[in-house]
């Protein structure tokens, strides 16, 4: 069973940065997994925000943070990271971090869905 445990999150202005780290833990290897990070405002479906293939390195984003977030891991950190900046009051929202053990490499369609395993979320809000 893998746990995982976001932090980094908190009260910015517009323009402002933020780096959301997950650290996972229960697991041996991640190197097989796909993991991303979602996020979801009061009142709307959760939506993801980005998703990294741990063994190639590939990743993709969501339209509405591309250019402005960019997602990472350190393998020997089991640590996955959201770097966010010029953050906007629409980015406002829980962010959770996910992961898909299956070993199946990530698809762009893959939706909250998909992921089997949740951290419990870290709050990010942005001020205008």
């Known amino acids: 069973q893998v746990q995982l445990v976001e932090s980094g999150g908190g009260s910015v202005q517009t323009g402002g940065s933020l780096r959301l780290s997950c650290v996972a833990s229960?697991?041996?290897?991640?190197?097989?997994?796909?993991m991303a990070w979602f996020r979801q405002a009061p009142g709307k479906e959760r939506e993801k925000v980005a998703q990294?293939?741990?063994?190639?390195?590939?990743?993709d984003y969501g339209d509405p943070v591309k250019g402005r977030f960019t997602i990472s891991e350190d393998n020997a950190k089991n640590t996955l990271y959201l770097e966010m900046n010029s953050l906007k009051p629409d980015d406002s929202a829980s962010y959770y971090c996910?992961?898909?053990?299956?070993?199946?490499?990530?698809?762009?369609?893959?939706?909250?869905?998909?992921?089997?395993?949740w951290g419990q979320g870290t709050q990010v809000t942005v001020s205008s």
């Open positions: 990294i293939d741990i063994l190639s390195g590939i990743t």
């Open positions: 229960g697991e041996s290897d991640y190197r097989r997994y796909c």
């Open positions: 996910a992961v898909r053990r299956d070993g199946w490499r990530c698809r762009p369609d893959w939706s909250a869905s998909d992921y089997d395993s």
